[in-house]
């Protein structure tokens, strides 16, 4: 849109393109970043203070206390949904599934690219299938499955049935398919096997895609509301982000709502998603684009 | 499939197992029994079950509260994906222009990708608080009385607020990294041929990032229609009543709520066809994106 492709940064003229240009980026950051900053403020606050004068430009004195009383205060009848509870639950659900999903697509995506196998196309069709249906569609079903293994309010039925689908599969698969076939050939004229040329050649040359893969299954993961939902009941199970149904009710029952705690709490669930995809940034990126080739 | 692979007969399938019987037990048993039970009406004290043919399907035909919630979710769909896709749009090639501070905006406008639905849900009903919510104030001040969970219209406008704000990253790192992969070359001939930075968009940018925007169609498609449960459940506070719904939350209402297996089943069904019709017609977009380039 602007002479910006040639011309060196210090000779440009200011011009009022540029000014728009930078406006409305401001614009955009700022309607991306105030609700967060709200919820931020009201952390550092009491709740009278919220209650009385709202969100404020002043930051208040009150973030520990706040702090401890999300950790370690449990809402509920259990006594056992405390905030680090939870974020305990939500590390290892954000671990389990990405770990479970890089394992068990690369294995599979492997045998699917690398060996002659009869039923090669029929496989391929199972496993890809499984893209067309989100989870959402077949709730019900999946939950009563889980029910008859008898894995409700366990971390196998929290993780496991959220791995049946294939997109780490799909996107090892591609990767896979890129790989310069000489190397294959030239394993085999080592002598290397199947075992030893999938550990110290393959994996290794994946390394950036499974940190792609594993950034972005960690957030999916994490982020996962209407399974853990339906599948957990005990509190003790609950993750951050299953907690925030209970947060928004607590705040309609009592006398003085407990803003500075559920706050914090809303804040504990953004912030590990958030810190890992702004500083793994370049890697997520592409881990996200190239997985629609 | 590689040319060069190797011929081991057990290892790929022992490979593939874990991945086959994953999606076995959690993808194809629930979806076969949703179908299954899609004909059948499941005696409400759970006496066994009747076969009734088409009866739930044809049910739901009839239902008016169904087609009304159908009309919304369509209406709700074309708001999330518009709004989110052009508010990205803009941005994207904002920040394309840019240099100065590129990479801080970038970073800025992309973070909320790793929110979660009902944290951003959650986040909204603090805005819109009633008694201190800036965004209630905000709509105060130009004299709209704000009533969320009250008002049916003030509610849907809340989530459709929302819903874009948690997409807009998603839409603006994919466009970004679409107008990053235009030669530079193009560009170039384009300045020479074109004077306007308007008719240059239009006539050169805009059909190049054509490809990205039609993949991205669908994507948002199915954000609004199934991702956004998180967004629709919190801004509710769990109790539907009159409020704004959408398909994938009625589903779970009849089925987990209302203890309606046979119609939410039925409704899970005419949601798979949905997804299935979306998805092969990506598949030939992708096909056909292919075959141009």
Known sequence: ?293 | MKRAGFATRWLPILLLLPQLAIIAVFFYWPAAHAVQSSFYLEDPFGFGSSFVGFDNYTHLAGNSEYGRIAKFTLLFTVLVTFFSLALALLLAVKADNVIRGAKAYRTLLMWVYAVAPPVAGFIGLLMFNQSWGPLAELAKSIGWDFKLGVNFGDTATAMVLVSVWKQVPVNFIFFLSGLQSIPKSVREAALIDAKSSFRRFWDVTFPLLAPTGFFLLIINITYALFDTFGVVDVLVKGEPGNNPMTLVYKVYVDGFRGNDIGGSSAQSVILMVLVLALTVFQFRLVERRIHYT
């Open chain 1, 1 to 293: 849109m602007t002479d910006t492709t040639s011309t060196p940064i210090a000779k440009r003229p200011l011009k009022w393109t540029h000014v728009m240009d930078h406006l409305i980026l401001i614009l955009g950051a700022l309607f991306m970043l105030v609700p967060l900053l709200m919820v931020l403020q009201t952390t550092t606050t009491t709740d009278l203070e919220t209650i009385k004068n709202g969100p404020e430009f002043v930051i208040g004195d009150q973030f520990d206390d706040n702090f401890m009383s999300a950790m370690f205060q449990a809402s509920g009848f259990s006594g056992e949904n405390t905030g680090l509870r939870m974020l305990m639950n939500s590390l290892i659900l954000g671990i389990g599934f990405a770990l479970g999903k890089i394992v068990i697509g690369m294995m599979a995506a492997y045998a699917l690219v690398y060996f002659r196998l009869r039923f090669a196309t029929l496989a391929f069709w199972l496993i890809f299938t499984t893209l067309l249906l989100p989870l959402e569609v077949r709730i019900l079903p999946s939950y009563e499955v889980a029910q008859k293994l008898g894995l409700l309010n366990t971390y196998t039925g929290l993780i496991v049935p959220l791995i049946a689908s294939a997109t780490a599969t799909f996107f090892f698969r591609q990767f896979f398919r890129s790989v310069p076939e000489e190397l294959v050939e030239a394993a085999r004229i080592d002598g290397a096997g199947p075992v030893k040329f999938f550990i110290d050649i393959l994996v290794p040359l994946s390394q950036t895609m499974i940190a792609a893969m594993f950034i972005i299954m960690f957030v999916f993961g994490w982020n996962q509301y209407l399974w853990p939902t339906m599948v957990t009941t005990e509190e003790g199970m609950f993750t951050l982000v299953r907690g925030i149904k209970q947060l928004t009710q607590d705040l309609e029952g009592t006398n003085i709502p407990e803003y500075g705690r559920a706050n914090m709490l809303a804040l504990i669930a953004i912030l590990p998603p958030v810190l890992v995809v702004i500083f793994f940034q370049s890697w997520f990126v592409k881990g996200l684009t190239e997985s629609d080739k």
